[in-house]
């Protein structure tokens, strides 16, 4: 039904005086997941207002500090606000290894565990799903193995129309017919389509995280369709060369992205500290792909499915 | 000379909205030094506006997650900042390991070296000098080995006042001489004693940094005279148990430490999360000690040894 996407850290390695490292949370009608955790990530929740003890699940990119420093410690405090249920972790090798390694430093006994699922950073593949959205891993293009996530709610269940219920007096037998797809056959004889009699109630939506990455048209082609896609946009276009050296983007690039998967909306982010100013960045941009915002720190974009409530 | 304290975090383990875990900037004479390293500390420096190329050496007091956290990012981004020369990092075992394993997967081509040097939490000794400077490691009492920092000024090489020299028309071998301590003997052969002739061209001054603990007389003996003190005081008086069960100091404890040690100024800080309004805490302490004050971030604390700039 909707998608929410709070901006925790928007900064690239070094962080500024006021930008953070990476960091978003994303909220799926009102369930919580952590998509990188760069360092300070429990802070930048609480003054989001959202309760760490909250996150149903956290997506690591890959293995870089400033993607993940934030997370030990945050593994941590859930411990003290004493967390019960199992955390799950989405994260490329060798995450198993260094939370291992902090849990034999620093906390011996957590109330919970802390359940690390290897990512396959090579494979575009469903790594996490449950009644209402799947999350897709997908391959990205920097120097260590790297992965993106693609949150996608599922189709939902077909609704019978209260209206085709008195029209045709349905049973519950039909309704339930129905619900699964099939033609029903009125007392009359007459057979009434599917699609005469049913409806979605909502259009599933999806939001595609796509940070740290060389410009791929592969990654676009994978994220076609997206509602809302956050593109990262380490450096201006007159930096082509020194991006694709380092295994980062352009502005330009992350448009191009936008452009070809024919993306709703666009969330530039991961700016270097060389940019005091985003202002020119956030035009580069939008000179190729008009629909494009910056992430700024604190601030949540929201992508929603139209609801039909009748037909 | 002076010795200047710069509060960059003041949360016990849990951070708040606007406080963050413990590590303080203590400058000496314009040589930095980091006192713990909570999580988001390389931020902090930069807001405080201290170059974090500019820190001589890190001191950490043990080895629980909310002092030492942010470290491991500081030394990555120093890295990044292309630092060259060796940071020493004062802290107790097993650091080493910690720094090993972070080394291993995150920042396997460091441009410098952190060299750890280990602190035996159950000595009251020198553990690093200049010129100019003493650092004492302070047993504490928590509930895993900890060390306090004492920062203590030398007493600066004796001066010769210029009236002296004109007075008694001293030459360069007995101004030599007088600094080294020794009375002269004059044209006229009368002897001048050195106190007469010299004089310390300032007081040294001395800082100690005490956290985590529980209330010790033995500390207090051990920081005896100290001009600044900085003394945990995670509880309210009212929470004396509390305090003593978790290896914590109540506002009160605090205070009777620095009331003993007949400590110039007293700062409390490491504040639980329970406690918004800081100002009871403050008026605990100061019923006890009326020379305190909280530690409020970015707030920076001096002392300063008079100058004496004649006789």
């Not at 260590?144 to 029209?167: C, D, M, Q, W």
Request: hydrophobic share 35%; net charge neutral; glycine share 6%.
């Amino acid at each position: 039904m909707s998608i929410a996407v709070t901006i925790l850290g928007s900064s690239s390695a070094k962080p500024t005086a006021d930008r953070h490292p990476s960091a978003q949370a994303v909220n799926v009608n009102e369930q919580y997941y952590l998509v990188d955790a760069g360092e300070g990530v429990q802070q930048r929740l609480i003054r989001a207002g959202i309760n760490p003890l909250k996150l149903r699940g956290v997506f690591i990119s890959h293995l870089h500090g400033d993607h993940v420093y934030g997370l030990l410690p945050l593994l941590s405090t859930l411990g003290l606000y004493g967390k019960r249920t199992p955390l799950p972790i989405y994260a490329p090798r060798p995450f198993g290894e260094i939370l291992e390694a902090h849990l034999r430093y620093f906390d011996t006994a957590l109330p919970y565990e802390p359940q690390w699922h290897e990512v396959d950073t090579t494979a575009n593949r469903i790594i996490f799903e449950n009644d209402s959205l799947e999350v897709w891993s997908l391959p990205l293009r920097h120097r260590v193995p790297t992965s993106g996530y693609l949150f996608r709610e599922k189709e939902p269940a077909l609704n019978v129309s209260k209206y085709a219920i008195e029209r045709y007096g349905l049973s519950i037998a039909q309704i339930v017919a129905a619900k699964r797809g099939e033609a029903i056959t009125t007392a009359d004889g007459e057979v009434v389509e599917n699609s005469r009699i049913t409806y979605r109630p909502y259009r599933p939506v999806s939001y595609a995280y796509c940070s740290d990455t060389n410009y791929s048209a592969r990654l676009a082609s994978m994220v076609e369709g997206v509602d809302l896609l956050y593109h990262e946009a380490t450096y201006a276009a007159d930096e082509r060369r020194t991006a694709r050296d380092r295994g980062h983007s352009t502005t330009v690039d992350a448009a191009n992205v936008a452009l070809k998967a024919g993306a709703g909306r666009l969330i530039i982010g991961h700016f270097s500290t060389r940019y005091k100013d985003l202002e020119p960045l956030l035009q580069q941009s939008r000179e190729v792909f008009a629909a494009t915002d910056l992430a700024i720190e604190g601030q949540t974009f929201t992508v929603t499915g139209q609801r039909h409530d009748k037909i």
